[in-house]
């Protein structure tokens, strides 16, 4: 597509229950971001897909957290048993890597604002 | 993978004067890249300098790159109200693109 999609853009859900945060890459893009960002806050690196390599995911803040990323396109951020803490706005990314010294220029979507009442 | 350190961490301004937003990091680096945020949704890619280089302009924005110091400048010329964002560096190495973001610099433009 001519952008990162991302949905739902809003999103509001009782404590406990599970959600699905849903990112479309750019066609073509090799890597694949996810950030959160509560108010007021930077962002906080969550999880890093690269090609078929296994993802990078240091960021992740506990298990509750997992993601997946389907035949290298779109990926899935899902939130099990949801917290308050949760609340925030999360941002997809995607990248073209160009080589190990080359430029990794991130194009990102316009992000899921979640609300954990 | 290693993230940029912006400074100030905010910063107000009239409309019309410049803007000038710093950014250290600390192992050598390929590239450093400047990003936008505006509203607190996605961020923007602004310009993008080459180690080997040592500035770069796009439009109002003026980039500068000091290998030795380790930093990096923005600067915005003419600022305008519109230009009231966030503004992160990304400094990129060898180790990989794993991409971190710092704080960020808060800029308020005043009308």
């Known amino acids: 597509g001519a952008g990162v999609s991302q949905s739902p853009s809003n999103k509001v859900t009782e404590k406990g229950k599970d959600v699905e945060l849903r990112c479309d890459p750019i066609?073509?893009?090799?890597?694949l971001y996810w950030y959160r960002q509560s108010l007021g806050q930077g962002l906080e690196f969550l999880i890093y897909f690269q090609g078929n390599s296994a993802p990078d995911k240091s960021g992740l803040p506990s298990d509750r957290f997992s993601a997946e990323r389907t035949g290298g396109s779109v990926s899935t951020l899902t939130i099990q048993r949801t917290q308050q803490e949760d609340s925030a706005v999360y941002l997809c990314a995607s990248s073209l890597v160009s080589g190990p010294s080359g430029a990794n220029v991130l194009t990102f979507g316009a992000g899921s604002r979640l609300t954990v009442l | 993978s290693q993230q940029g350190e912006e400074d100030p961490q905010a910063l107000s301004i009239q409309e019309g004067e410049n803007a000038t937003m710093n950014c250290s990091y600390k192992?050598?680096?390929?590239?450093l890249q400047w990003y936008r945020q505006n509203s607190g949704r996605g961020l923007v890619h602004l310009i993008l300098?080459?180690?080997?280089?040592r500035e770069k302009h796009s439009g109002r924005l003026r980039v500068t790159l000091d290998t030795s110091k380790k930093s990096s400048s923005l600067l915005i010329t003419a600022s305008r109200a519109a230009d009231t964002a966030s503004y992160f560096c990304?400094?990129?190495?060898?180790?990989?693109?794993?991409?971190?973001f710092g704080a960020g610099t808060r800029l308020f433009v005043k009308a």
């Open positions: 300098i080459r180690s080997n280089e």
């Open positions: 990304v400094p990129s190495g060898a180790g990989g693109f794993k991409t971190i």
């Open positions: 066609s073509g893009h090799t890597a």
């Open positions: 192992t050598s680096i390929n590239n």
